[in-house]
């Protein structure tokens, strides 16, 4: 393949155009479900010395959802009860669902299809009951446990993490795209990037709960994630391609260390890749090939240079709204997708506005652990929320966009301001309408966009962006609108209703009922907040039964 940069962006912008799904024409995938090769969605590691980690129940009642992702809480100390409970938060298993003879695994961070692709790999210094060394760890989900791949001896991993304060460690991601692939086909890749962009906002926002900073190291490149991780054996049609690297600390990060900071890779030994252990599970006996997900991984493959950007953008204060008594971890735990919504129950306009000043880029978690320049605007299809008029609606998330949107959105010239009803969000009325039926057309035909109380189109600065920071850039735009799907998951939960992703709508026209005709601005996710039905059928049970509790 041909990595020149412009035969690089060519092939992103080929795969984005062909991954798109027309009215007419799905993006390619199966058509039908390979039930005897579905993907293993558990990865495990042979031949590694395994830790379990104590289960962390959320009994308290502190910090509350607010204080949390306020960054109110008072710093816990880097322990492995501490490690534990922020991947019991973020990643975890968070029951185990049962309808009939299927019996299948929910986590705390949503997935396309629940078919989870992110995987997660700690390097941590030493920690008693883990190791007398630092250790790089392979996050074993379905046992809550930490798979020890490889140590590093102290003077090593001081050099590592140098620059990063006492306590500080690193959380890379991977992506496997053959567990997505395998139902959605071409439209795999998106879909790894958006369900990477929830896991980011997750682990961010669990950090937040035990009074941590966390950040994306813009910087990381691939060949840096995949060194550290250990992924430089994967190839192949279950290849585990890089995906971001976090840096987190129980004390303040100092400025600029997503965009600057790297981990010194020189440190670590010459043997590290040598003795890396483990050999991971073969997910699925046989596997379809979906080549243009491989061409464009490696369109959008990142080399480490620090970001060019001077500063994210954290332009526009939100309102100051009254603390609510809600315990954060059990929102954490509890944030579940509606499969369907009732069509009926209208969400108080308090809580809009809550949730709308959530999405602002801001100091409250998990923003200032997405270190570049704002790029995605959520627009919202009203359908039932008390004191607003059903109609479209954006939020301006980045003041300087506002040209740029206002051009592009073709439809709405003309943008009408709420200070008042919006306590001075930079929430903008489009039109006037209840669009409930074009939105469920334009979501694949799926009801739960007509029937909550509102869905929204993640509109992203897209082709502009690209060219700014290079074709890899494609990843962090869906990562931003993964982490709005986050936020929008908690928000929901915690005003007693239910959030869905929705990564199935027919781009185009999304796009047409914008008035978008060019890639200045693309549609990159959707979402629908609504009262969900529950299904009877589907029976409940604990997260991890074969364990007891800590
Ligand atoms: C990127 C993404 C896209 C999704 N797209 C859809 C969709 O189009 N329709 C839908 O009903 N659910 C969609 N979902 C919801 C998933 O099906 C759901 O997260 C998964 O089944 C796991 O269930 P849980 O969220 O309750 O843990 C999507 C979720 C994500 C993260």
């Known amino acids: 393949m041909d990595l020149s940069p412009v ?32 993907p293993d969605p558990f990865r495990r590691y042979a031949g590694v010395s395994r830790t379990l980690l104590p289960l962390a129940e959320p009994v308290t009642a502190v910090p509350t959802l607010d204080e949390a992702l306020a960054g109110q809480v008072a710093p816990a100390p880097l ?17 185990w669902k049962r309808a009939g003879s299927s019996r299948w695994a929910v986590r705390c961070n949503p997935s396309s299809g629940n078919l989870h692709p992110t995987e997660a790999y700690l390097l941590l210094p030493p920690l008693p009951g883990l190791g007398e060394e630092a250790g790089m760890y392979h996050y074993e989900v379905q046992d809550h446990a930490l798979a020890c791949r490889a140590s590093l001896d102290a003077g090593s991993w001081s050099r590592l993490v140098h620059g990063l304060p006492d306590g500080g460690f690193l959380i890379a991601l991977g992506s496997i795209p053959w567990r997505e692939a395998w139902k959605y086909g071409e439209r795999a890749y998106r879909y790894c990037q958006h369900d990477l962009g929830h896991a980011l906002a997750q682990l ?52 600029g260390t997503g965009r600057r900071w790297l981990p010194a890779l020189a440190a670590l030994p010459e043997t590290w890749a040598a003795t890396m252990a483990g050999v991971p599970n073969r997910l699925s006996g046989e596997h379809a090939s979906w080549p243009v997900i491989d061409e464009v991984a490696l369109a959008c493959r990142r080399e480490s240079a620090p970001g060019q950007w001077t500063a994210a953008s954290a332009s526009v204060l939100p309102p100051e709204l009254p603390p609510r008594p809600l315990p954060a971890r059990q929102i954490f735990r509890s944030r579940r997708s509606a499969v369907e919504m009732d069509g009926e129950r209208v969400l108080s ?79 903008f009325r489009l039109a006037e309408g209840d669009l409930g039926r074009y939105a469920q057309i ?36 869906f990562w931003e609108a993964g982490a709005l799907g986050q936020v929008l998951y908690l928000e929901a939960e915690a005003a007693g209703m239910r959030g869905t992703g929705i990564g199935c709508y027919f781009d185009d026209v ?38 007891s509790m800590a």
């Not at 005709?517 to 629908?528: A, N, V």
Request: hydrophobic letters at 50%; charged letters at 15%.
């Open 7 to 38: 035969a690089r962006m060519a092939a992103v912008i080929d795969y984005h155009e062909r991954s798109k799904h027309r009215l007419d024409r799905y993006a390619p995938s199966p058509g039908q479900l390979d039930w005897a090769n579905q």
């Open 79 to 95: 322990t492995l009860a501490a490690v534990s409970r922020l991947l019991y938060d973020a990643l975890a298993i968070s029951a």
């Open 204 to 255: 961010a926002c669990a950090a937040a709960a035990l009074g941590w900073e966390a950040s994306v190291l813009a910087g990381a490149g691939d060949d840096c994630i995949a060194t550290l991780a250990g992924l430089f054996d994967h190839s192949g049609p279950e290849a585990e391609w890089p995906g971001a690297l976090l840096a987190l600390s129980p004390r303040p990060l100092p400025a």
């Open 349 to 427: 306009g308090e809580a809009f506005v809550r949730l709308v000043a959530a999405l602002l880029p801001q100091a409250r978690a998990p923003w200032p652990a997405l270190p570049w320049p704002v790029a995605v605007h959520p627009v919202f299809f009203l359908h039932r929320v008390r004191g607003f008029a059903p109609g479209v609606y954006l939020l301006l998330r980045e003041p300087a966009a506002r040209s740029g949107l206002q051009a592009a959105l073709g439809r709405f010239p003309h943008w009408t301001e709420l200070d008042e009803v919006a306590l001075g969000l930079p929430l």
């Open 442 to 477: 334009a979501n694949c035909h799926q009801a739960l966009a007509a029937d909550g109380a509102f869905a929204v189109a993640m509109v992203a600065a897209f082709e502009p962006v690209l060219a700014a920071e290079g074709p890899a850039a494609y990843r962090r735009l």
């Open 510 to 547: 999304i796009h047409e009922l914008l008035g978008i005709t060019d890639r200045r601005f693309q549609s990159l996710y959707g979402f629908s907040v609504g009262a969900a039905v529950e299904d009877g059928r589907v029976g409940t049970e604990p997260a991890y039964p074969a364990r």
